[in-house]
């Protein structure tokens, strides 16, 4: 859980230099952490249409050098960062229901449950501590939802419920967890459930702004 693997590149320079940047004096591992996972989060914006299920569409450096990913790629990005720095990570991944999708996401997937929503994971005073790297601060304040913080201790996931109560996420199962992105499983899965959307996928991602789709519908 510390070496490069083929989409967590840690070894990469871009991201060894992207981490060394981000988590800048810090001191501890759990500060170094919390710094990591606060850059990604809001480095890289959230983009669920420009998703590019390849290879090098799903590597760590590839996220960081384009400037947006989503939930699954963004965890990539922050494990590669972790482990570049000395902190063993993992990938994690579950799905969840999503109750603030927009309307033209759900319909190109024909569903609001995200399967293999990706959270990642690191090992942090002697336990793993999971975290969710996925919507950018920017994104937050579109859906008006609060950015999802981390104290490097305790699991950071998706609030049931925003502020003002309107229901926003529902974990409905988990899918364990991986020292490398399970691409090709996650291909069948996703060609299974988002028939409408694997071709998109895998063939360079659709066009969208989902953060000003989030705005228009609040």
């Not at 693997?5 to 990469?12: G, K, L, N, S, Y």
């Not at 601060?137 to 998706?158: K, Q, T, Y």
Request: aromatic residues 10%; negative net charge; hydrophobic residues 40%.
């Amino acid at each position: 859980t510390l070496s490069p693997t083929e989409f967590v590149d840690a070894d990469h320079p871009a991201v060894r230099e992207y981490a060394r940047a981000a988590i800048g004096d810090a001191e501890t591992d759990r500060e170094k952490a919390i710094r990591l996972y606060l850059a990604v989060r809001d480095d890289i914006r959230y983009d669920p249409y420009d998703i590019q299920l390849t290879v090098d569409g799903m590597k760590a450096s590839t996220a960081l050098s384009e400037g947006h990913g989503w939930c699954v790629n963004k965890s990539v990005l922050l494990a590669a960062a972790a482990r570049s720095v000395g902190i063993p990570a993992r990938l994690a991944f579950a799905d969840v229901r999503n109750h603030l999708n927009t309307k033209r996401l759900s319909e190109l997937m024909g569903s609001d449950v995200f399967a293999f929503h990706g959270t990642t994971e690191l090992l942090l005073d002697g336990h793993w501590v999971r975290c969710t790297p996925a919507f950018n601060r920017e994104l937050c304040d579109r859906f008006g939802v609060a950015p999802l913080e981390w104290d490097g201790e305790h699991d950071s996931l998706f609030q049931p419920a925003t502020d003002d109560g309107r229901e926003f996420m529902e974990y409905v199962a988990d899918r364990g967890s991986y020292d490398d992105l399970p691409l090709d499983e996650m291909i069948e899965v996703f060609t299974e459930l988002y028939p409408k959307a694997i071709d998109a996928w895998t063939d360079g991602g659709v066009e969208g702004d989902f953060g000003a789709e989030g705005e228009a519908e609040r």
